[in-house]
């Protein structure tokens, strides 16, 4: 039987879940402009300035997400509590999945944020592919089921990279979102891994059965706030593209409208960039 205080914890989740993401379409909508005040300066400005402005903007950055990630450990301490007490209502347990779902990816949005405005900057270590692959999978769980994707995975065991394994799961959980997000239900995410004995790197394939991309978008896909989604942010892919340069790899996105897409990552089995280096905080456009 439901307690009044139940019910009044699970109101409280669905308040805090949704102030928490209004302030950050707000900070979006703040970083975006900024973004653009910028650019149209950055021919008028010198190296300096320009590196003091963009500090400044890390600065608040980091500020607002610090304040946004506050109330997120509450949400889902008080959804995983409720969670177990509500085992036996299905409704409210799909409900509190949607919540955890959405913690998740108001997290990940926020690393988005903090890796656009700070220049990756890899620890490296070994890792095993797989596991992190099905560490990212486990993000987009419920989006999954939810849309009942079928994931069709090929990465042997064995295969290891030499990564930041924390900017590494950035990566693939934004590879992730975005195509399940170009998916209709009933869609197929392949996933596979190559390693060549004479070579020197991993290749790593990701498709999808997705809506597909224009070919007048797809020289643009990996630039700062470019987006066809209509609540899309733009970051996403241009994160992806700054942490596997800062590895010392490359990303490429082959696709056709209607088709689906295909992203070929390739990646160094060890560093060539050296302990620490940096990749691209603020890309151009290429």
Known sequence: ???????????????????????????????????????????????????????????????????????????????????RELKNDIDKQNLLNHIIFGVKNIDNALSNLLHFSHSPKPRFDAAGLHEVVTGCLEVV???????????????????QIYCDKSLMRQVFVNLFLNSLHAMPPGGALTIKAFEKDDSETIDVYLKDTGSGIRADDIKKIFDPFFTTKENGTGLGLTIVHNIITAHGGNIKAYSKSGEGSLFVINIPKKSFVGEGSRGQGFKGSR
């Open 1 to 83: 039987m439901q307690t009044p205080d139940t019910i009044e914890s699970l109101k409280e989740a669905f308040s805090i879940f949704n102030r928490t993401s209004e302030r950050l379409g707000d900070a979006y909508q703040r970083l975006e402009s900024r973004t653009s005040a910028l650019c149209s300066e950055i021919s008028e400005v010198e190296t300096q300035e320009r590196e003091e402005r963009l500090q400044s903007m890390g600065w608040l950055i980091t500020r607002v997400v610090h304040e946004i990630r506050n109330p997120l450990g509450s949400i889902e301490l008080i959804s995983s509590l409720l969670r």
């Open 141 to 159: 769980s419920h989006m999954i089921e939810k849309n009942h994707i079928e994931v069709i995975r090929d990465i042997p065991d064995d295969i």
